[in-house]
C-alpha cells in the first residue's frame, strides 16, 4: 500500500521556455535551407528537449508501509530518524553552503522547499536525505505515519548509540551537535 506519491516533473513554464528556445535555435539553424530541413531541424530539437525534460522530470517520491523511495534510492523507514519540513530559506542552505557532500539530495530546481529525512545512526555514507517537493507538509506527514513504530518515542531507536534523537531540539535540521565533534562549526 501507497501512503504518498508523487513525480517531480517538469512545470508548464519550463516546457514553453523549452518550445521558445527550439524555435529560435531552430530557425538560426533552418535559415536558408529548403522546408524540409526545416521540419527535421524542428523535428529533431523538439524531440531532444522533450526527451529531455520527460527525463528530468521522472524521478518519484514514494512512501509506502515499509520504506520512502526518492528517485532510484530506498531508506527502510525503520532507519528514518528525524523528519522536518524546511522553508525556502533552510532548504536552500541545505542544498548550498550547510549542505553535507554524503548526503544523498534529491532536488529539482523548481522545487523550492523540501523534506529533511535524518537517517538513525547517521551513518557517514548516507547522514540524511534532501527531498525536494511541491507538498513537504504531506510527505513529512506521510513518512510519520508509516513508520514502524508510529507514535511511540524515537529516543530507543539508536543504532549509532549517539543518542541523536535526544540532540537538543533548537539545533537547526543539517546543522552538526558542535558537542560532538571538535572539527564542527
Given at each position: 500500500m501507497?501512503a504518498y506519491?508523487e513525480?517531480l516533473?517538469?512545470p ?13 535555435f531552430g530557425?538560426?539553424?533552418w ?13 529533431g ?7 529531455g525534460?520527460?527525463?528530468w522530470?521522472?524521478?518519484t517520491v514514494e512512501v509506502?508501509?515499509s ?18 519540513t524546511?522553508t525556502?530559506e ?5 542544498r548550498?553552503?550547510?549542505?553535507d557532500?554524503?548526503?544523498y539530495?534529491l532536488?529539482r530546481?523548481?522545487?523550492a ?16 536525505w534532501l527531498?525536494g517537493?511541491?507538498?513537504p507538509?504531506?510527505?513529512?506527514a506521510?513518512?510519520e505515519r508509516?513508520r514502524?513504530d508510529?507514535g ?5 531507536h ?12 533548537r ?7 558542535p558537542?560532538?565533534?571538535?572539527n564542527?562549526?
Amino acid at each position: 500500500m501507497r501512503a504518498y506519491r508523487e513525480r517531480l516533473g517538469a512545470p508548464a513554464s519550463w516546457w514553453l521556455a523549452t518550445a521558445g528556445c527550439v524555435l529560435l535555435f531552430g530557425t538560426t539553424l533552418w535559415a536558408g535551407l529548403s522546408p524540409v530541413a526545416a521540419v527535421a531541424v524542428y523535428a529533431g530539437l523538439g524531440a531532444a528537449s522533450a526527451a529531455g525534460l520527460l527525463a528530468w522530470g521522472s524521478a518519484t517520491v514514494e512512501v509506502s508501509e515499509s520504506d520512502l523511495r526518492a528517485g532510484q534510492q530506498r531508506l527502510p523507514l525503520a532507519q528514518a530518524g528525524l523528519v522536518a519540513t524546511l522553508t525556502k530559506e533552510q532548504a536552500r542552505e541545505l542544498r548550498g553552503p550547510r549542505a553535507d557532500p554524503a548526503a544523498y539530495l534529491l532536488i529539482r530546481p523548481y522545487l523550492a522547499e523540501a523534506v529533511y529525512v535524518e537517517v538513525a545512526g547517521r551513518p557517514a555514507n548516507r547522514p540524511y536525505w534532501l527531498i525536494g517537493t511541491r507538498h513537504p507538509a504531506d510527505l513529512a506527514a506521510a513518512i510519520e505515519r508509516a513508520r514502524p513504530d508510529a507514535g511511540q518515542d524515537r529516543a530507543w531507536h539508536d543504532v549509532a548509540r549517539d543518542h541523536a534523537a535526544a540532540a537538543d531540539p533548537r539545533r537547526p535540521a543539517g546543522q552538526p551537535d558542535p558537542g560532538k565533534d571538535s572539527n564542527a562549526w
